[in-house]
């Protein structure tokens, strides 16, 4: 297909408005595109959605194809490792033509055994199929089963706004009845009838309160235990892992604070463990009438401290794991015997296995785990039982499926219990990935995961494909994905970008890009590709690049600064609209976003973001070729950022190459909840990339 064969693009009409602040004036022609309920938005949307499929039509077969090369990769019914909670081994099951996954259990034989008894009876208690019927989306939140087996508390979004409605099910009779909208966090207390849960802000869609239920009283006579005053907060509830105490967590982007109330006293009073202050961030975990916490107080990497339950104060916190300048302290897995320091060391993560010498707080560091590969992801699997003596943990990495192993801490022996099947003829042997650090501007190394095909790979001539997100201090996981293989076959070179603003390098990677930093994340994103292609992994003229969200933020500031660069760029629920989102307090999330990156009422701030805001950017110019993709529930990044950033763009675009937005009329931020339908959203936008990429 060429250009003389283009149907003809929507034009959206202007409805200039302006703003103006620090003697800026901001010229918005399309923010008309917020009226959701107006049917001109809707029928603009349409037409968006008419000219992407008509442009897509000519390669209608090869999306069909590319469909049916991931559904032959993945196992369409299939199993997870069953694990042991109580008196119960719980499991997840696929079923080839279902949508979704349903949740099954197995009665515990006896106290000694590794695994459900061959034959055993199994019991679904919830199949997210039936729940979806009837429905164009589904997820599920939150999930807790009372201590006794018998009561599942669960949470559903049906529309994609991740609104979620509380209900309550009787395992043992089937009866379900619903207790609350908008709900977040749930957890049962010990008596296995007094339920836990967080309520959301409806308007700025912030966790806030906190109420308690009882089983069996009308929700009107649930107690809000407590609120949340502070609109940069947001709340939630969780139980400790040996059971013994409930922890309602406050935080901020910068700053948390922790509330503890014995899961035996349900009707107590929470106890605030130490109050919050500015850039100061803690978590904490329980062990033998000790509070294990973790907490940035001596340095940005976190260090673990223990104190008495008594005195939790931090006048009694006392050392066990120091501060250090490299290795980031992500997370502990506090166990009876033991525990897991998680930890992440140039953008790869490590388990490390401390022991204990006894009853008290006393550990020293035992083995930790390895992994072989350059590049990979691994991390603590379901492991409910406080006095187990096996850990579970997950690996994988560019080049090997999604694995389940169990650790025996007393022989320092790993055990393969699952890896994923990856049927369609997949050969590991055939795929290598490789790991470098390319030069930022300020000299910075800034690491790099690779993946490609050895028989595929020419040096120099290859397509380049490059992700990234570089925002909130998210690590970018590198693991396995089957549909990547429809790319890797057709020769792509697939890259994996740990620029700053992530948490790749531990909290002062993430410093360095945020706030007045935030310019590194795209400069770091442009020495990446340009790196790649310096070292023959791709040929120039021939990168497709993807970012979504915050990282649709990366792929709109990157494109501003050099639309030459790229050939094709694919992003998703791009966060875009940075002047008009962050300016409007009434929208969710934004100002609890303040502390990521600045508030643009303050001059330095305003001047700063207006530098990288890409709607606000957009210039006369030669773009990539580009689909920009979201949803109309999207309650993240309103849908009306990239239509906004569409219609602008073509006013602006000086070039033949194709600009789509797709807007998904019945899903949110995640896009299509239904696998099916997930493979299919896949397929359309390999398509487009292998079309601008010159490989079909």
Same mark, same amino acid.
């Given at each position: 297909m060429n250009s003389g064969t283009l149907p003809t693009p929507p034009i959206a009409r202007?409805?200039?408005?302006?703003?103006?602040?620090?003697?800026?004036?901001l010229h918005d022609d399309y923010a008309w595109l917020r009226q959701k309920e107006n049917p001109e938005v809707r029928a603009y949307l349409e037409a968006e959605n008419a000219y992407a499929e008509a442009f897509m039509a000519p390669l209608a077969p090869l999306r069909e194809t590319l469909y049916n090369e991931m559904l032959n990769h993945i196992k369409q019914t299939d199993v997870s490792v069953p694990y042991r909670d109580g008196g119960w081994w719980y499991l997840t099951r696929t079923e080839e033509g279902k949508q979704y996954a349903s949740y099954s259990r197995i009665a515990v034989n006896n106290e000694t055994e590794l695994a459900p008894a061959p034959g055993a009876t199994e019991i679904t208690f919830l199949d997210c199929n039936q729940l979806?019927?009837?429905e164009s989306f589904l997820a599920i939140g939150d999930t807790d089963i009372s201590d006794c087996g018998r009561f599942l508390a669960y949470t559903t979004d049906t529309t994609g706004f991740r609104q979620y409605t509380l209900h309550i099910k009787d395992l043992a009779t089937g009866q379900t009845s619903t207790i609350a909208e908008r709900a977040g966090s749930v957890v049962w207390a010990a008596d296995n009838k007094t339920l836990y849960y967080t309520v959301e802000d409806e308007e700025q869609k912030r966790q806030f309160q906190l109420f308690r239920h009882t089983l069996d009283a009308p929700h009107s006579t649930d107690e809000l235990v407590y609120q949340?005053?502070?609109?940069?907060?947001?709340?939630?509830?969780?139980r400790t892992r040996d059971g013994e105490f409930l922890i309602l967590n406050s935080a901020s982007h910068t700053a948390s604070e922790a509330r503890v109330l014995r899961a035996a006293e349900p009707n107590g009073q929470f106890t605030l463990i130490a109050p919050r202050r500015d850039q100061h961030e803690y978590y904490i975990d329980h062990r033998n009438s000790h509070w294990f916490i973790r907490t940035n107080d001596r340095g940005r990497n976190f260090r673990l401290a223990t104190a008495p339950v008594a005195t939790p104060g931090e006048s009694n916190w006392t050392e066990l794991i120091p501060h250090s300048s490299s290795l980031m302290l992500e997370d502990i897995d506090l166990f009876r015997d033991f525990f897991i320091a998680c930890e992440r060391e140039d953008g790869l993560p490590k388990l490390h296995i401390w022991k204990f010498s006894g009853e008290g707080t006393a550990a020293a560091p035992a083995e930790e785990i390895s992994f072989p590969e350059p590049a990979y992801t691994a991390y603590p699997h379901v492991n409910r039982i406080f006095s187990e003596t096996r850990f579970r943990y997950a690996y994988q990495s560019l080049v090997s499926p999604a694995s389940v192993y169990e650790y025996d801490v007393a022989t320092a022996q790993s055990t393969l219990l699952k890896e994923q099947e990856v049927p369609g003829g997949f050969d590991r042997t055939h795929y290598a990935s490789a790991r470098l650090? @390319?030069?930022?501007a300020d000299g910075t190394l800034v690491p790099v995961s690779l993946v490609y095909r050895k028989d595929k790979f020419s040096p120099g001539r290859n397509p380049l494909y490059v992700y990234a997100y570089g925002s909130y201090g998210y690590s970018l996981p590198v693991g396995f994905n089957s549909t990547r293989l429809s790319l890797l076959d057709r020769g792509i070179v697939m890259a994996y970008a740990h620029i700053r603003g992530g948490g790749d390098l531990g909290t002062p990677w993430h410093d360095a890009g945020k706030m007045l930093h935030k310019m590194n994340t795209f400069t770091d994103f442009i020495a990446c590709a340009e790196h790649l292609i310096a070292q023959e992994f791709g040929s120039p003229g021939r990168i497709a690049i993807e970012g979504g969200s @915050?990282?649709?933020?990366?792929?709109?500031?990157?494109?501003?600064?050099?639309?030459?660069?790229?050939?094709?760029?694919?992003?998703?629920?791009?966060?875009?609209?940075?002047?008009n989102t962050m300016l409007d307090a009434s929208l969710p999330l934004t100002v609890p976003e303040y502390e990521e990156w600045g508030d643009?009422?303050?001059?330095?701030?305003?001047?700063?973001?207006?530098?990288?805001?890409?709607?606000d950017n957009l210039r006369p110019a030669h773009y990539p070729a580009m689909l920009v993709k979201t949803s109309l529930n999207d309650s993240q990044v309103m849908y009306w950022e990239p239509a906004k950033y569409v219609a602008k763009l073509r006013t602006q675009k000086q070039d033949a190459n194709p600009l789509l937005l797709v807007t998904n009329m019945e899903a949110g931020h995640g896009g299509a909840s239904g696998r099916y339908d997930y493979?299919?959203?896949? @397929?359309?936008?390999? @398509?487009f990339l292998l079309r601008e990429l010159g490989l079909v």
């Open positions: 202007k409805e200039p408005q302006t703003k103006t602040l620090f003697g800026i004036t979806a019927e009837g949340e005053e502070d609109e940069r907060f947001n709340i939630s509830i969780s650090h @390319a030069p930022a @915050a990282g649709g933020l990366l792929m709109g500031a990157v494109t501003n600064l050099r639309p030459g660069l790229f050939r094709a760029v694919l992003s998703h629920v791009p966060f875009v609209d940075v002047m643009p009422n303050e001059e330095e701030y305003f001047k700063y973001m207006l530098g990288y805001s890409p709607y493979l299919k959203e896949i @397929a359309f936008d390999y @398509a």
